[in-house]
């Protein structure tokens, strides 16, 4: 599993009344960022999670992790399927405690990060349950997407071949 952990803004580490900096977290997968954002969102779901909204983006999630021994009230994040390549996607987890009334949490001794790693393994088991199973079929949709996203597709043509591959 490739994953990159970027560093927080170097401003908050040098002010101490600084407001908390989200860390951000990057997993790669060998699949569409729709299939990537389907299984993430079925993974936040299964994790008893609950989800605050969806972005304006139709490959984007904001959800709360619900209170844990390591925080009161959870942490809130925001999950983000990109394309890398046609065939390639990142998952982005970004994240921060989630507010307790007025009183804000403090230390929540690497929740996030944890969060963040099992959210990404729990979609990579997924993709890789899919993609034995439908091999030739991920890859068509993979290839659809990327024409989509080029612009060789209209949204129309791109729902129709979907519908056509998948109710065969």
């Given at each position: 599993m490739q994953e990159c952990l970027l560093q927080e803004d170097q401003a908050s580490l040098y002010d101490p009344?600084?407001?908390?900096?989200a860390k951000t977290?990057?997993?790669?997968?060998?699949a569409p960022p729709e299939q990537v954002f389907t299984e993430t969102v079925s993974a936040v779901s299964a994790l008893g999670f609950s989800i605050l909204h969806s972005e304006d983006t139709p490959t984007s999630v904001?959800?709360?992790?619900?209170?844990?021994?390591?925080?009161?009230a959870?942490?809130?994040m925001t999950a983000t399927a990109?394309?890398?390549?046609?065939s390639t996607s990142k998952l982005v987890l970004t994240g921060s405690t989630a507010p307790r009334?007025?009183?804000?949490?403090?230390g929540?001794?690497?929740e996030r990060g944890r969060i963040a790693k099992g959210l990404a393994a729990r979609v990579r088991g997924a993709l890789d349950t899919d993609s034995a199973d439908n091999g030739p079929l991920v890859a068509e949709l993979a290839r659809l997407a990327e024409l989509h996203r080029t612009g060789d597709l209209s949204d129309d043509e791109y729902a129709?071949?979907?519908?056509?591959?998948?109710?065969?």
């Open positions: 009344g600084a407001a908390p900096v977290y990057e997993f790669e997968f060998a904001t959800f709360n992790t619900g209170a844990s021994i390591w925080s009161t959870g942490q809130d990109m394309p890398v390549s046609p009334g007025k009183d804000p949490q403090y929540s001794w690497g129709q071949a979907k519908h056509r591959l998948l109710d065969g």
